[in-house]
Every structure is written in structure tokens, then in C-alpha cells.
């Protein structure tokens, strides 16, 4: 797979966009369990990547999520901020510059541990985990954008039965159940546009 | 957002309110004195409730002792982004950078308490964890 600049800028505003219009919807999601920042949040954090355009499109596509992830660090805030920044930083480093499927496949795989790792947590907590882990099950067995874009919004769906014991939502203990979890969300909307973006193609 | 320096470890606190942080700051200064570095931070970028990890970096810089630093943090966010921040010092001083699980006010009451006296860096946050065991 190889994604030229205009493909890189595409991607950039591509997953900006999903952020920022979806932002209110985030922060709604966010009051019931959270703090209600977390729209915001992302928001901020997508604009301050946007505004590192052009120069983002011009570096090759490792480095350029490795400077995403980096800008998400510092800007979102939150707990989101070293989760998703550090989703990004991994995915760049552990990328070659002209990727294969396989060779995204297992970066996604390695950014997915050191989300784990960041946050002390698996699936099954009602997390972004909860979303990245069964999108990339998808990913990894061949699915198309559309399988992997599916896959990401019903296991996003599939968090608000769930009961949170990790981060914030945790403190709410048994009334986190019924409220769909705003990290799962943000990371399906992300995956959504990324995959939309790059035209995932199905193997078998 | 700091001022002392010694040979003591240092005491960073890390609230998502900056009136908690400086608050805490202050009980630090009026109880235990000037005989430890000491440094907070709180509040997203654009000054709302939330931590950040340029503005946790600046605290370790100002507090920064040869015997380390020690970290004391509120909500789940704040312990994220210090690791964060931790991870992105140089190796040399990451290595003598802690986050301690410890109720932010009180754990750094204590931890600066044992630092005062020129106690390790283990030693200080052993004392402030004490809360938590």
C-alpha cells in the first residue's frame, strides 16, 4: 500500500473531521459517565493536528502518525490524550515507510499492546479497548473497510451494557451500565474515517 | 509555579484543577518550608479542568533535584499523563522520576515532609503511599 501526499492529507483531515463534527455528540456521551470533556478534548486536540498542515503531509507516513500521535499527547488532555497519541506514536514506529497490509496489520497489533500497556487495562473494561481490539480481529482476518468500519460502530454499540472498571467511568460503578462509553465511540468515528480514507480492499 | 532548591527530592503536584494543585502547593510551603523543591501544574491547555503533559513537564523541570522527583497525582487522567510525561524525559532522569499512589493533598504533605529531611526517593514515596496501604 502506498499512500502519496494528497492520500496522507486526505487521512489527516479525514480523521480532524470525524472529531470535530462529531465533538458535541462526544461530550454528550462523556456527561453521562464521564466528565464531559472528552469532545472537547478531542476536538482541540484534531485542530492542533490540523494546524501542522502542510508541513504533517509532507513526512512519510511513519512519521507522520508518530508527529500525530505526539501533538494528540500534548493537546487532548485527559486520559485520551496518552491513549490515543500513544495508538498513534506506535502505529508510526513500528510502520516501514511503503506498508504492506500485513506490515499495518502488525503495527496495529503492537500500537493496540502499548495502549494496554498505557492504560493498565484489556478489553472487556469498556475502554477504547473495547473497540480497537475487535476492529483489528476484523482487520487481521481480511475484512474490507466497510467490515472494519461495521465491526468498529457495533462494538462501540456493544460498551453501553457494559460495566466500566476502568478509568473514569469506573468511579460510577453499576451506573456506568446503560450509557454507551465516549472512548469507544471517539475510536470507532476514528477508524471509520481511516479506513473510509485508505479503501481498505478484502482479502482473503 | 515553584521556587527552593536543594539537594532534596523534589515534590510535583498534579491536580486537574489548578486552584487544587497551587492549594496544595501552598499547605506544602506553609508546613514542611523551603527545604524541598517543589512545583504544580493543573489544568487542561486552554486552562479548564484537566492535566497536560507539556505543562507536567515544565513542573519536573522546576523541581528537579540530583535525588529526583516525586509525583503526586489526582484522578486517573493526571496518573496517565505523568507516565506520559515521565516516559518522554531523558533516560538518565526518568530513572529517578516516580508517580506515587497517593491521595494528592495529603501524599504530598508527607512526601515533602520525608524529603525535608533528606530521606531517598524510595523513602519518600514509601511514606506518601503509607495513605493507600
Given at each position: 500500500m502506498s499512500l502519496d501526499r494528497a492520500a496522507r492529507e486526505r487521512l489527516v483531515r479525514a480523521l480532524a473531521a470525524s472529531m470535530i463534527e462529531h465533538a458535541e455528540e462526544l461530550t454528550s456521551l462523556d456527561q453521562a459517565i464521564g466528565d464531559g470533556d472528552h469532545g472537547l478534548n478531542m476536538k482541540r486536540g484534531f485542530e492542533a493536528v490540523l494546524a501542522t498542515l502542510p508541513g504533517l503531509a509532507d513526512k512519510s507516513l511513519p512519521e507522520m502518525l508518530k508527529a500525530i500521535g505526539m501533538t494528540l499527547v500534548m493537546k487532548?488532555?485527559?486520559?485520551s490524550g496518552p491513549l490515543v497519541g500513544t495508538f498513534f506514536m506506535e502505529l508510526g514506529k513500528a510502520?516501514?515507510?511503503?506498508?504492506t497490509r500485513a506490515d499495518l496489520v502488525a503495527a496495529a497489533d503492537k500500537a493496540i499492546g502499548a495502549v494496554k500497556l498505557r492504560g493498565r487495562s484489556e478489553a472487556?473494561?469498556?475502554?477504547?479497548l473495547d473497540v480497537l481490539v475487535p476492529a483489528q480481529a476484523v482487520f487481521a482476518s481480511g475484512g474490507d473497510a466497510r467490515a472494519i468500519a461495521a465491526e468498529a460502530a457495533q462494538a462501540a454499540d456493544r460498551t453501553t451494557p457494559m460495566l466500566a472498571t476502568r478509568g473514569r467511568a469506573s468511579f460510577l460503578g453499576e451506573r456506568s451500565i446503560g450509557h454507551m462509553d465516549p472512548g469507544s465511540r471517539s475510536a470507532s468515528l476514528l477508524i471509520g474515517a481511516a479506513v473510509a480514507a485508505l479503501e481498505f480492499e478484502a482479502v482473503s | 509555579m515553584s521556587n527552593s532548591s536543594s539537594g532534596n527530592v523534589g515534590i510535583v503536584i498534579v491536580s486537574h484543577s489548578s486552584k487544587i494543585a497551587e492549594g496544595a502547593a501552598d499547605m506544602v510551603r506553609q508546613m514542611v518550608g523551603n527545604a524541598v523543591p517543589l512545583a504544580w501544574t493543573g489544568g487542561d491547555?486552554?486552562?479548564?479542568l484537566g492535566t497536560n503533559v507539556a505543562g507536567i513537564l515544565e513542573a519536573i523541570e522546576a523541581a528537579w533535584s540530583p535525588a529526583g522527583v516525586a509525583i503526586l497525582v489526582d484522578l486517573g487522567g493526571a496518573e496517565t499523563n505523568s507516565e506520559m510525561a515521565l516516559e518522554m524525559l531523558a533516560e538518565d532522569r526518568r530513572a529517578r522520576v516516580v508517580v506515587c499512589n497517593a491521595p494528592v493533598v495529603e501524599g504530598a504533605v508527607i512526601a515533602a515532609t520525608e524529603s525535608s529531611g533528606g530521606s531517598s526517593l524510595a523513602a519518600v514515596k514509601r511514606s506518601a503511599e503509607e495513605f493507600y496501604a
Open positions: 487532548v488532555g485527559g486520559a510502520l516501514p515507510e511503503q506498508p472487556g473494561q469498556k475502554t477504547l | 491547555t486552554d486552562g479548564g
